[in-house]
């Protein structure tokens, strides 16, 4: 499986939670088959949620971490049937490629204002918000993960150790990998004919001193 650390919500507010996609089956090593699950229901979401609310504040116990008086009861755990992946995959990556705001989304930096946009989840509206710009820097900056915190980890066959497992089950399930194409690199033409120049080396300025 593959999971994914996101820690803020539309409104860059502190939320962390992990997004997981998990594959619907596994490889049998001794008879080299994929095991496939039947139907498309893998895990009840409330028992889920029960399980990791429990194992997660154990853990946090035995490291002798303090546990928030606020913890809520119930922890939400929303699992479904995604097809082959695709579209879940895409959808995580773009929290992976970018930062936690983009430079388009801030509107106004004005008197010590700071205002950016943000399209709300539920009905599909563009709202805006306006911080001083104090609160603006701590908003992004406890995004930040401490040192030795990864955002994506992987697990089983996708794990960066596990290449001949993960060869085995390309052999088994027949995945053909397109190979990379690479994009035409920019042509530098004349400024008089248009025709395409060569590039024959690249010489650095020397400046004088002084």
């Given at each position: 499986?593959?999971?994914?650390?996101?820690?803020?919500?539309?409104?860059r507010?502190?939320?962390?939670?992990?997004?997981?996609?998990?594959?619907?089956?596994?490889?049998?090593k001794r008879r080299?088959?994929?095991?496939?699950?039947?139907?498309?229901?893998?895990?009840n979401?409330?028992?889920?949620?029960?399980?990791?609310?429990a194992?997660?504040?154990?853990?946090?116990?035995?490291?002798g971490?303090?546990?928030?008086?606020?913890?809520?009861?119930?922890?939400?755990?929303d699992c479904?049937?995604?097809?082959?992946?695709?579209?879940?995959?895409?959808?995580?990556?773009?929290?992976l490629?970018?930062g936690v705001i983009?430079?388009?989304?801030?509107?106004?930096?004005?008197?010590?204002?700071?205002?950016?946009k943000?399209?709300?989840?539920?009905?599909?509206?563009?709202?805006?918000?306006?911080?001083?710009?104090?609160?603006?820097l701590?908003?992004?900056?406890?995004?930040?993960l401490?040192?030795g915190?990864?955002?994506?980890?992987d697990?089983?066959?996708?794990?960066?150790?596990a290449?001949?497992?993960?060869?085995l089950?390309?052999?088994?399930l027949?995945?053909?990998?397109?190979?990379?194409?690479?994009?035409p690199r920019?042509?530098?033409?004349c400024?008089?004919?248009k025709t395409?120049?060569?590039v024959l080396?690249?010489?650095?300025?020397?400046?004088g001193?002084?």
């Amino acid at each position: 499986m593959t999971m994914v650390l996101h820690t803020h919500n539309r409104r860059r507010d502190f939320h962390p939670h992990i997004h997981v996609i998990v594959p619907g089956g596994g490889v049998d090593k001794r008879r080299r088959q994929w095991k496939k699950i039947k139907g498309k229901y893998l895990f009840n979401e409330f028992a889920m949620a029960k399980v990791f609310r429990a194992r997660f504040l154990t853990a946090l116990n035995e490291a002798g971490l303090s546990i928030p008086k606020n913890v809520p009861p119930k922890w939400v755990v929303d699992c479904k049937h995604v097809g082959k992946g695709i579209t879940a995959l895409k959808y995580l990556s773009k929290y992976l490629y970018r930062g936690v705001i983009s430079e388009k989304n801030i509107v106004s930096n004005q008197n010590g204002q700071v205002t950016f946009k943000y399209i709300e989840s539920k009905t599909g509206n563009t709202l805006y918000r306006t911080l001083k710009g104090e609160d603006f820097l701590h908003l992004i900056m406890q995004h930040v993960l401490p040192k030795g915190f990864r955002r994506v980890r992987d697990y089983g066959f996708l794990h960066g150790n596990a290449k001949k497992l993960l060869f085995l089950i390309q052999l088994i399930l027949h995945v053909v990998i397109k190979g990379i194409e690479l994009r035409p690199r920019p042509v530098f033409k004349c400024p008089l004919c248009k025709t395409p120049m060569v590039v024959l080396g690249f010489r650095q300025a020397i400046w004088g001193s002084g």
